[in-house]
């Protein structure tokens, strides 16, 4: 499902740290244009009627799917320099966390987000305050959103100015569900090349209840360290 994405790259660095291989290639995509989908999320009110995703928005009312395919690289740095490859960005750790609720619904309750987060920072050995973006879900689904923003902010505390920005890539490519975090995770590594963060569209009216610091506007920045967060 949506977090399919940053498994599959974890399983890649796995095989790459035990030597087991130099590089693999990482894809990830959906194609949701069936009508047993749409039907299946809109009987649910999680599909956006006016085809627009608004995450962490007050008048947030769903998703909008995306159809679409994607891939990276991951090899080990040697062969990376050896090949003379464009280096992106170095894969630093990942956190997992298995919570075994509902297939739409998080655990409102849980800290399985939350901690997802924090094993990522300790396994990659950051400090919050070494994070300079984060690429949250952002599915446009109110109680999602909510439970996302109570994880982040758990973590990295409710002060906006002490968090790291936070922009979310969905309203631009729609949501591609099983394929939907190793898009965004791509989006998020052009942003730390370019030193550019887009801002959060539809976001016209912001749900101050989320206590999170939002790009509302473009943001020009030296980026040297990303996060890519997914629950579903």
């Known amino acids: 499902a949506c977090a399919s994405g940053l498994f599959a790259l974890e399983a890649a660095a796995?095989?790459?740290?035990?030597?087991?291989?130099d590089a693999m290639v990482v894809a990830g995509g959906d194609y949701p244009g069936t009508l047993f989908k749409h039907r299946w999320f809109k009987e649910r009110n999680l599909y956006a009627e006016d085809g627009?995703?608004?995450?962490?928005?007050?008048?947030?009312?769903?998703?909008v799917f995306g159809d679409g395919a994607s891939a990276l690289i991951l090899e080990e740095l040697r062969h990376a320099k050896r090949r003379k490859a464009r280096i992106y960005a170095e894969y630093m750790g990942s956190g997992f966390s298995l919570e075994g609720w509902k297939v739409t619904v998080p655990q409102l309750n849980g800290r399985s987000y939350?901690?997802?987060i924090s094993d990522a920072l300790a396994d990659a050995?950051?400090?919050t305050s070494?994070?300079?973006?984060?690429?949250?879900h952002g599915a446009g689904i109110k109680m999602t959103d909510a439970y996302e923003?109570?994880?982040?902010?758990?973590?990295?505390?409710?002060?906006k100015e002490?968090?790291?920005?936070?922009?979310?890539?969905k309203p631009y490519v729609g949501h591609n569900l099983g394929g939907s975090a190793l898009?965004?995770?791509?989006?998020?590594?052009?942003?730390?090349?370019?030193?550019?963060?887009?801002p959060i569209l539809n976001l016209s009216v912001t749900d101050n209840a989320y206590d999170l610091n939002l790009v509302t506007a473009p943001v020009y920045k030296h980026l040297k360290t990303g996060m890519k967060t997914a629950c579903g």
């Open 162 to 169: 002490k968090q790291p920005l936070i922009s979310a890539f």
């Open 183 to 198: 898009l965004e995770t791509i989006i998020l590594l052009l942003s730390l090349k370019h030193n550019k963060i887009p």
């Open 14 to 21: 796995r095989h790459i740290q035990s030597g087991k291989c």
């Open 114 to 116: 939350q901690q997802a």
């Open 149 to 159: 923003a109570r994880a982040i902010a758990g973590v990295f505390g409710k002060i």
């Open 52 to 63: 627009r995703i608004k995450p962490f928005s007050s008048n947030a009312d769903g998703l």
């Open 125 to 127: 050995g950051l400090r």
């Open 130 to 136: 070494d994070i300079d973006v984060i690429n949250p």
